[in-house]
């Protein structure tokens, strides 16, 4: 499924993000970047142990926020790690810390002239965020980002289902063309 606002290509895309050929794609991290389960342990996985040491090597992420390492034996050359909020039930300014996320990423994206990115449903795993409201974070802070933006390297955007609630989010959320 995919739309187009400001030139970029958004597509809402079904499956292993891993496997995706693109510049850069998104590492839902811990604030440790120590490598966990989820869509981290693929990303290590897939990366090589020297993704582990380049993630040792910056220590700490904290909540909201981006650290860039390269893809190593991805073909992207490179991971975002952000970390995302855990859900707690939505008093804790879970949102802003999740739209912080994308934000974060999409200037990091512009920043190293990053042409097409994807990112997994940040925080919708283990870190319990509600698939719907996280899929319409996503969706507006990627238009408002778009529309605020003079100039940048963007061209794709890739939104990565893996799993069948956020497919489904995703399709409610994403206006368009399917
Ligand atoms: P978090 O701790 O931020 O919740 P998780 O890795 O537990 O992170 O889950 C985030 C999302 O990533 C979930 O929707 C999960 O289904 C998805 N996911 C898991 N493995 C992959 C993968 N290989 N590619 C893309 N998405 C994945």
């Known amino acids: 499924m995919l739309t187009r606002k400001h030139g970029v290509t958004i597509e809402l895309w079904r499956g292993d993000i891993t496997r995706l050929e693109v510049d850069a794609i998104v590492n839902a991290a811990n604030n440790g970047l120590r490598g966990g389960g989820g869509v981290d342990g693929a990303i290590h996985r897939a990366a090589g142990p020297e993704l582990l040491q380049a993630c040792m090597h910056i220590g700490h992420c904290p909540t909201g926020e981006v650290r860039l390492t390269p893809g190593f034996r991805l073909p992207c050359r490179y991971v975002f790690h952000t970390v995302g909020p855990v859900w707690r ?51 507006q802070q990627i238009s408002d980002w778009l529309t605020d933006q003079q100039e940048h390297s963007l061209q794709r955007i890739v939104l990565v289902a893996y799993d069948e609630a956020v497919w489904q989010a995703g399709c409610r959320v994403m206006p368009g063309i399917s």
């Open 89 to 139: 039930g939505g008093d804790e300014g879970e949102e802003t810390l999740l739209a912080n996320c994308y934000r974060n990423c999409l200037q990091l994206a512009a920043e190293n002239a990053v042409r097409s990115i994807a990112f997994p449903a940040i925080s919708c795993g283990v870190y319990g965020f509600p698939a719907l409201s996280a899929m319409n974070i996503a969706w």
